[in-house]
């Protein structure tokens, strides 16, 4: 089954939500951007503000700022609590981002920071509609992946339309789509324009702002009409090579983690 294509209402109240931003400052100003030219002005963040990204510091003070929810994801757990099962190429960027972001007296707003990091919900409810990263079983770290619905396990998407009562919104795989029950997922490329909540369960992934792996390489999030449960996805180009580019100067960070904001994958 498809999602319901409809007309978005101008004069609906919109809302974004935004996930995996990773620290990659030049698209997060750019969605930002984009949210503002729409007047949206309550944002809803999914989590991993942080991990992988060359501009941790700056992602996590426009995040405090601007996002009405903030959920924890994976990577800035991992920030707090140590990288547990990470990639060796992602521990490494988790390391380096802790040394940037501990909180030291000669570093200006380096104690709120990390406090603001520490305090991240696990998960939240709005609208009627579940806030997650991962997963309502696992709500930071389990993925839930478009393969899966033919070659995983059927009791796991059981249990997860189980866990919420509409809608569940999710980031952590990068890969925008709605899963629907049955389970059958509907990627974001195959979705154009506006679509409607038409009684059946979904679980909305909203995509990557600073790291598309969907090979799309534009950032993308997804703007939400609450009163009537319409939602639409956006996707916004940005200065990728200047992202890339500023990793490839910080030994720490492996240049892999540049060059896959080319392709989006």
């Not at 931003?21 to 100003?29: D, F, G, S, V, Y």
């Not at 995509?207 to 534009?218: E, F, K, L, Y």
Request: glycine share 8%; aromatic share 10%.
């Amino acid at each position: 089954m498809s999602p319901e294509l409809v007309s978005s209402k101008e004069d609906s109240v919109l809302k974004a939500i935004i996930s995996d931003i990773h620290a990659n400052l030049e698209a997060l100003i750019a969605v930002m951007a984009h949210i503002d030219d729409q007047g949206i002005d309550e944002i809803i963040c999914l989590g991993d503000i942080v991990g992988y990204g060359p501009n941790p510091a700056e992602c996590v003070d426009i995040v405090r700022d601007r996002c009405r929810i903030v959920i924890r994801g994976n990577h800035d757990e991992a920030l707090i609590h140590g990288p547990i099962g990470f990639t060796p190429m992602a521990k490494e960027a988790i390391e380096w981002t802790r040394k940037k972001l501990q909180p030291r007296f000669w570093k200006s707003g380096s104690k709120e920071r990390w406090t603001f990091l520490e305090n991240l919900q696990t998960q939240d409810t709005w609208n009627g509609y579940l806030l997650v990263h991962g997963s309502p079983r696992d709500p930071t770290s389990e993925y839930i992946m478009d393969r899966e619905v033919h070659l995983g396990d059927p009791q796991k998407f059981t249990e997860i339309f189980s866990s919420f009562d509409k809608i569940c919104f999710v980031g952590h795989t990068h890969i925008p789509g709605v899963f629907y029950e049955g389970p059958h997922f509907v990627p974001q490329r195959e979705i154009e324009g506006p679509f409607a909540y038409d009684g059946q369960k979904a679980v909305i992934n909203v995509g990557s702002v600073g790291q598309p792996r969907d090979r799309d390489p534009r950032a993308c999030y997804l703007t939400v009409q609450p009163d009537d449960d319409v939602f639409q996805y956006h996707r916004v180009d940005y200065d990728a090579d200047a992202t890339r580019q500023r990793i490839y100067s910080i030994p720490p960070l492996n240049n892999q983690l540049g060059d896959r904001l080319l392709d989006g994958f």
